[in-house]
């Protein structure tokens, strides 16, 4: 059974903070299939089309009949842990600060062995489930878990490597004034985040939800506003240090396109919120979280973006949004790039039309606020990259996959 | 009476005529006008560094501004309002310049804003005040004393659910001020001239559609005001010289003999 | 797919003897656990070691086989040019572990064929204080992709894996695989250059440092810089220059043998045993002194079985009932193997070679089998991924 994770004592400001360690992340391009799944949290493995073999680990040649045609697909992930060892020495600097490290080999049911890390609730000889997790390098690893859960599974060392659990870490929602904000704060309260910062912008303009967000325990108002550098950096330089996970709540939907709007203030907003703010928090809070990636159990651990889905594809009605939500998107994998030595988890959470005011007149599938922050803290808990939350998420995501000019043209009528 | 610009100099230097302050500190967090999220936003004060003796540049500091033409201390020029914007010579770029300097009176309404946010301002409380300080000549600002800058932001914006809760003049006394005192302008420390519920009066917004319809102006977020006599003080308040500008954020300053 | 409808009309054929095929020459360069020379100094010392002590010039050698990890940009051609030889018959052989068996398998057949007349086949690394760490990291797409990503034990946490599935499956104790690396290092002693060569004994190895459980500190070779070195001829040749030498009775080899065991129990030895035993015209049991590849005795175990020294799974009674010194019952690595001596990186792979040819043509290094005629020396590399994939063996005889 795993210790449950005890609240971490306040830091002691003479110990040096440890600087944050990778694993090799260094990966062949086939390999990062896996990587692709676990950004995803799926567990998936390449199948050969041809004879149905699965394969691991991932080549370009099938073993059992030599085809070139092996995709990813979702395999069971269940086997048994025939063989076990506990790492006491490692060549790699990463380890070397973390071993005793267990590690085994997991016979698949689906057929292939492979060499995973192993929760602490795994056994030698037992039945197993195997899933992807992102390390800190960002690069996929296979991880046995327990075959059913069990208590505080999620606080195993090992695990919290490769998670950004928000239990006893410090969260900043950037705005607190929408309902996202709202329901985010209090999704991460539940989750047993020590502190929930959360931004208020223009404190003068009163706003609905005030009260109740003030009587979320961990949370505590600060100013914030993210079209003004002087606020996101004063921000950073208090609270920075003390900020283990980032969640970029502004958001700025307005419907109408490109050609067909009057002028660029709208637009201008929407940069300046979206693209800008994101900007603005990225130089003010990226390095500090990025110096922070090994800072013991409430070590930084993300930078949350919340996308909509059209960032992948514009959606005409809503254009111009779109436009915007895609340069966030474009941002946040530059800033996955420059967060990784830290082991920062850039993760994008992407949505479609919510049930708020400013998507009022789109019909219903709409996805609730609250349902938006579970995902968030979800994802976190499981250490994903990529989080399509909704149906029309998905759909968008499916269809994407499939036909991205069909998509195009049906966003279009 | 021969007019000496020099002799005007030295009195300045020499204290003998005091130069008042009356602006606001151009700053991210001051409040803007906040108008229904549908329509078009002015833009807040923002400020960017280009350089400060760095790698960006290593010898100087500077910034890049961005504001909204009613960002601020600032000045409304005729072509603002739809009622002035026929006007000749209407906009920040084309008003005379000797507009830019001219008396003023300043209307103490500081106790009963206190009591009433959303004092509004009658003739008969002008007349009482022209029964104590005489008559207001033609060609003066019309100061509103509301005390209003001395607030926080939150109180100064005062926004509840149906809007802002901040005094200003009522229709017939903008009416009356144009038509019966020939006044240059109305200024008020508020971020409109108008009262914040001002738009469900008939005209909305009459300090803006009276004013700006007979090619009067406008000066708001101002402040010390209690620093100036109820007679006697001069404004300088030149807009900066925008291309067709509605009006500009200015430095506004007083002289007081 | 591949029908595999014509799989059957492939049948092995009978496998030409190595009749007139020596080897010979034996050569060791000292290791040493650090240097900061280059792969290319070892093997130049190697070849130039092998040249003094033939008396021939350089380029009176026209075939040469080349092993090494730590070359890298270059390979064996590369070599060519850097020191100033011509062969006619070139080859780089990248197995490891294997390398030893491969290159001389390839060798004897170029000499009998006439494509040379003198092989020299050279195999070293050198060790930089960080080259050991590179060499892991990038050994191979799997091991990049699969392995080294968790826990970075390397080979330790590939073997301490298969070791524990070996011990689960047929009761080795570790206790057992102590009795090899103490015997080893028994016949290590009056080795000069051994990287380890004070007595070990049972109690130090059971309580010595967990590397990655059940694999400890004694349990693991030693990386270091060194090479080894040979010449595979004709009989003739080696006449005429006047070397001891050795015959070539069989050689096996076999790659990536038993894929669909799911953790590694035995090698590619036993895919071609009886193989090797019928072409040496010889049983087990007459041969004098067996030279196994031993990174990590559970690798050892197994040869003893998949090389028919006892069945599968008897292993650990078999080493129970031996002695595996030099001077007493079934003598093993007798100049101490890699445990001892150390790992000189693809030298490893000769190192049990050359032994073999010392001890054959009566010219040990350390004590000697007495009355050596008979030797099986085996060749094992290659952790790809999850277990070694390259095995070879051969039988040599006195001449």
Not at chain 3, 24 to 53: D, F, M
Request: net charge neutral; hydrophobic share 40%; charged share 20%.
């Amino acid at each position: 059974m795993t210790e449950p994770l005890v609240r971490p004592k306040r830091k002691n400001p003479l110990q040096r903070t440890r600087q944050p360690l990778s694993p090799q992340g260094l990966r062949s391009r086939t390999a990062h299939g896996l990587t692709a799944a676990a950004a995803e949290g799926r567990f998936a493995l390449q199948v050969c089309e041809d004879c149905k073999t699965v394969i691991y680990p991932p080549r370009d040649c099938c073993p059992s009949c030599l085809s070139v045609r092996l995709p990813f697909r979702d395999v069971v992930p269940n086997g048994v842990l025939v063989a076990e060892t506990t790492v006491q020495v490692s060549t790699d600097s990463y380890f070397r600060e973390r071993t005793p490290w267990r590690v085994g080999t997991v016979k698949l049911d689906a057929g292939p062995l492979i060499v995973a890390h192993l929760h602490g609730d795994t056994q030698e000889g037992q039945r197993v489930r195997l899933a992807l997790k992102l390390d800190k390098s960002g690069s996929a690893v296979a991880m046995a878990l327990p075959e059913k859960d069990t208590p505080n599974m999620a606080d195993d060392p090992h695990l919290r490597e490769m998670t950004c659990d928000p239990k006893f870490r410090r969260v900043l929602i950037t705005d607190g004034r929408s309902p996202v904000g709202q329901a985010m704060a209090k999704a991460f309260a539940d989750a047993g985040a020590s502190i929930v910062f959360v931004g208020i912008a223009d404190p003068w303009k009163p706003f609905p939800g005030l009260d109740a967000l003030r009587k979320i325990a961990p949370v505590e108002i600060v100013p914030l506003d993210l079209t003004d550098t002087e606020s996101v950096t004063e921000q950073a330089e208090q609270n920075g240090a003390r900020i283990d996970i980032v969640v970029n709540t502004a958001e700025h939907v307005r419907s109408g396109g490109i050609v067909d709007r009057h002028g660029l203030t709208v637009v201008r907003e929407q940069i300046d919120i979206r693209y800008l703010g994101l900007v603005r928090l990225a130089q003010a809070f990226g390095p500090i979280l990025r110096a922070r990636g090994a800072d013991d159990v409430n070590a930084a651990g993300a930078f949350v973006n919340l996308l909509s889905v059209h960032a992948l594809m514009n959606w005409p009605t809503y254009g111009s949004y779109s436009a915007a939500e895609a340069a966030c998107l474009s941002a946040a994998h530059c800033m996955r790039a420059e967060l990784r030595p830290g082991g920062i988890n850039v993760m994008n959470v992407f949505f479609g039309p919510l049930e708020t005011e400013w998507f009022q007149t789109v019909p219903p599938p709409k996805l609730a606020p609250s349902a938006l922050a579970r995902a968030v803290v979800r994802g976190l808990q499981e250490g994903l990259e990529d989080v399509f939350v909704g149906d029309v998420a998905e759909d968008v995501r499916a269809r994407l996959a499939v036909n991205p000019k069909a998509l195009e043209r049906e966003l279009a009528s | 009476m021969t007019v000496d610009a020099l002799s005007f100099a030295r009195a300045i230097a020499a204290g003998q005529i005091r130069v008042v302050d009356l602006t606001q500190t151009l700053s991210q967090d001051f409040p803007t006008i906040v108008l229904p999220p549908e329509f078009g936003q002015c833009a807040p004060f923002r400020i960017e560094e280009i350089s400060r003796y760095d790698e960006r540049g290593p010898a100087w500091y500077w910034n890049n501004i961005s504001l909204g033409e009613h960002t601020g201390t600032h000045f409304d020029a005729p072509i603002h309002w739809i009622s002035g914007k026929d006007l000749p010579n209407n906009a920040a770029d084309t008003i005379d310049v000797t507009k830019f300097i001219a008396p003023a009176v300043v209307i103490d309404c500081s106790k009963e804003c206190a009591a009433d946010p959303d004092f509004a301002l009658t003739i008969p409380f002008v007349e009482a005040w022209e029964a104590r300080h005489g008559k207001i000549e033609p060609g003066h600002w019309v100061l509103l004393r509301s005390d209003w800058s001395k607030q926080d932001f939150t109180k100064y914006a005062n926004l509840r659910d149906d809007g802002a809760h901040t005094p200003g003049p009522e229709p017939a006394v903008v009416k009356w001020f144009v038509e019966e005192r020939d006044v240059h302008g109305f200024g008020t420390e508020t971020i409109g001239t108008d009262l914040g519920q001002g738009h469900h009066f008939n005209p909305p917004f009459p300090a803006h559609f009276y004013m700006h319809g007979k090619g009067r102006f406008g000066l708001q977020c101002l402040t010390n005001l209690d620093l100036l006599p109820a007679k006697g003080a001069v404004i300088i308040a030149a807009p900066l010289k925008i291309k067709q500008g509605s009006g500009s954020p200015l430095r506004v300053l007083a002289l007081v003999s | 797919m591949i029908s595999g409808k014509n799989s059957e009309m492939i049948s092995g054929s009978q496998r030409k003897s190595y009749d007139d095929v020596v080897a010979c020459l034996p050569v060791t360069i000292p290791y040493r656990r650090y240097s900061t020379n280059s792969a290319h100094w070892w093997l130049g010392r190697a070849l130039q070691e092998l040249t003094k002590r033939a008396k021939i010039r350089p380029a009176d050698i026209d075939g040469l086989a080349v092993s090494s990890f730590t070359l890298a940009p270059d390979t064996a051609i590369g070599l060519t040019q850097h020191f100033r030889v011509s062969p006619r018959w070139l080859d780089h052989i990248p197995f490891g572990g294997a390398s030893g068996i491969v290159a001389l398998r390839r060798a004897a057949r170029a000499v009998q064929a006439g494509d040379a007349d003198i092989v020299a086949c050279i195999a070293g690394d050198t060790n930089h204080v960080d080259s050991f760490r590179k060499t892991l990291s990038n050994f191979s797409r799997f091991a990049q992709d699969a392995v080294y990503p968790y826990g970075s034990g390397g080979a330790n946490a590939s073997f301490a894996l298969i070791t524990k599935n070996y011990m689960n499956l047929y009761g080795a104790k570790r206790e057992d695989f102590g009795k090899i690396c103490i015997a080893q290092r028994d016949n290590a002693l009056a080795i000069p250059f051994a990287m380890m060569k004070k007595k070990l004994t049972l109690d130090e190895y059971m309580t010595a440092r967990p590397i990655a459980d059940p694999i400890h500190l004694f349990d693991c070779v030693m990386p270091c810089a060194g090479a080894e070195g040979l010449f595979v001829c004709r009989e003739d040749v080696a006449k005429s220059l006047k070397l001891p030498y050795v015959r070539v009775l069989s050689t096996i080899e076999r790659h990536n043998a038993f894929a669909s065991d799911p953790i590694q129990i035995r090698g590619g030895w036993a895919a071609d045993i009886s193989d090797l035993w019928s072409m040496a015209g010889l049983k087990p049991g007459a041969i004098d002194f067996v030279e196994t590849y031993d990174d990590y005795p559970v690798i050892v175990t197994m040869q003893f079985e998949d090389l028919g020294f006892c069945k599968k799974g008897e292993g650990p009674d078999f080493v129970r009932s031996h002695t595996f010194t030099n001077d007493g019952s079934f003598p093993h690595n007798t100049s101490g193997g890699q445990l001892s001596v150390g790992q000189a990186g693809a030298g490893g792979g000769l190192l049990g070679l050359v032994e073999a040819i010392r001890q054959l043509i009566g010219e040990p290094l350390g004590s000697a089998v007495p009355d050596a005629r008979t030797c099986v020396v085996s060749g094992f590399g290659m952790i790809n991924y999850d277990r070694g994939l390259s095995s070879g063996a051969a039988i040599l005889a006195r001449a």
